[in-house]
Nanobody
Framework: QVHLVESGGGLVQPGESRRLSCTAS????????LSWHRQAPGKERELVAS?????????YYSPSIGGRFGIYRRDGQNTVYLQMNSLKPEDTAVYYC????????????WGQGTQVTVSS
């Protein structure tokens, strides 16, 4: 059974940093592109950052995060991280991770989300 479990959310002060984790099980993690998305109240879910499957260094960041976030994967741990720096109130959202199969790997999976609230 496939599981994607996010953790690391919570209440954060503006300007602080927070690292989110997404740990996977039930599929061949290295064969999947991984991404973080977020959904703020009343808004559509948006892509924040993505990283290609293992062996490919390609990463993408949404212009909306202005270079403040970093995505990286640790295939030995079946985990993808989102390092968030200089957090702003507008970063408040539920953050979701997603895995999409590439090549011979099939399937698309979402985690349940973790709430990040940036407020003083």
């Amino acid at each position: 059974q496939v599981h994607l479990v996010e953790s690391g959310g919570g209440l954060v002060q503006p300007g602080e940093s927070r690292r989110l984790s997404c740990t996977a099980s039930g599929f061949t993690f290295s064969g999947y592109a991984l991404s973080w998305h977020r959904q703020a109240p009343g808004k559509e879910r948006e892509l924040v950052a993505s990283v290609a499957p293992a062996g490919n260094d390609a990463v993408y960041y949404s212009p909306s995060i202005g270079g403040r976030f970093g995505i990286y994967r640790r295939d030995g741990q079946n985990t993808v991280y989102l390092q968030m720096n200089s957090l702003k109130p507008e970063d408040t959202a539920v953050y979701y991770c997603k895995a999409v199969g590439r090549g011979s790997y099939l399937g698309e999976y979402w985690g349940q989300g973790t709430q990040v609230t940036v407020s003083s």
